[in-house]
């Protein structure tokens, strides 16, 4: 059965840092889609950052790229999301999310098999 376990989240100054965790069980890095979303109560979910794992490609959105960084331990199962020159509009709750048939092309989806109950990041200015 597939569980995802979000750890990191917290409160921070503009400008600070912050790394994600997710604890992943069941799921093939190495073949499904794993990413990370966002969301802000009122507001859309918004795919942050992601990697295919048939290709090892990552992808981030245009709102955090140069300031946010994916990466994956296969063996140990783990996503991260390293997040640095943090702003406030970064503040939201924040999604571990994998799919077994984006394993090719993560992004472009809002729509995962398998989510996280997630985990809070507030940056105060």
């Known amino acids: 059965q597939v569980q995802l376990v979000e750890s990191g989240g917290g409160s921070v100054q503009a400008g600070g840092s912050l790394t994600l965790s997710c604890a992943a069980s069941?799921?093939?890095?190495?073949?499904?889609?794993i990413a990370w979303f966002r969301q802000v109560p009122g507001k859309e979910r918004e795919l942050v950052s992601c990697?295919?794992?048939?290709?090892?490609?990552?992808w981030y959105s245009d709102s955090v790229k140069g300031r946010f960084t994916i990466d994956s331990d296969h063996i140990k199962s783990i996503l991260t999301l390293q997040m640095s020159a943090l702003k406030p509009e970064d503040s939201a709750t924040y999604y571990c999310a994998a799919d077994q048939f984006r394993g090719y092309a993560c992004f472009g989806y809002n729509s995962y098999g398998h989510w996280g109950h997630g985990t809070q990041v507030a940056v105060s200015s």
């Open positions: 069941a799921v093939p890095f190495l073949s499904w889609a």
């Open positions: 990697i295919s794992g048939r290709t090892g490609r990552r």
